[in-house]
């Protein structure tokens, strides 16, 4: 019984190891949706016919169909991104690391927010942390800054419905 647990284990792995190998490592769900693994470590998670997903990466990069629009600071380290996607529309979640304090950030993602338009409903902070809210037609964008000036700041953006 054992020798065949063990012949069983070492299939799957070996299954998995090859599925890997080749780009893509894709399981089915039980209700018609899929949970894949990418070669460079991105999650996806689609449910049944495609009805709502999420991908989830840490591979430094801004995931596919992020707002251009949305300033990254420069000299910025994108650390991981999240995509999701129900009812046909996208919203998105980005961490960083940046070299600027919060007042700099802050300043950045406040003039964005007016130069487009949004709504700033909620704004609160003090010296190592700061949080913004804003809402333009049916979508909202959130910025989230923590740190000090010798260390530099985490940001944590957040855009999409408003729903």
């Known amino acids: 019984m054992k020798s065949k647990i063990a012949i069983l284990a070492l299939g799957l792995l070996l299954v998995t190891a090859i599925s890997i190998g080749c780009g893509k490592l894709s399981i089915p769900t039980g209700d018609g ?4 693994i990418s070669k460079d470590g991105e999650l996806t ?3 049944k016919d495609g009805e709502g997903s999420v991908s989830i990466s840490g591979d430094q990069k801004l995931p596919k169909g992020f707002p251009s629009d949305i300033p990254i600071p420069k000299g910025a380290t994108i650390e991981g991104s999240l995509q999701a996607k129900s009812n046909g529309k996208n919203s998105y979640t980005v961490t960083l690391t940046a070299k600027q304090d919060i007042e700099e950030l802050t ?3 406040e003039k964005y927010m007016d130069k487009e338009g949004y709504e700033e409903t909620s704004g609160w902070g003090d010296q190592s942390f700061w949080s913004m809210t ?3 037609d049916e979508y909202m964008f959130s910025a989230m800054i923590s740190g000090d000036s010798q ?3 985490s940001v944590i953006l957040v855009y999409g419905p408003r729903d």
């Open 33 to 36: 949706g899929s949970i894949s």
């Open 107 to 109: 300043e950045l993602y």
């Open 134 to 136: 804003g809402f333009k």
């Open 151 to 153: 260390e530099g700041s």
């Open 45 to 47: 998670v689609k449910g």
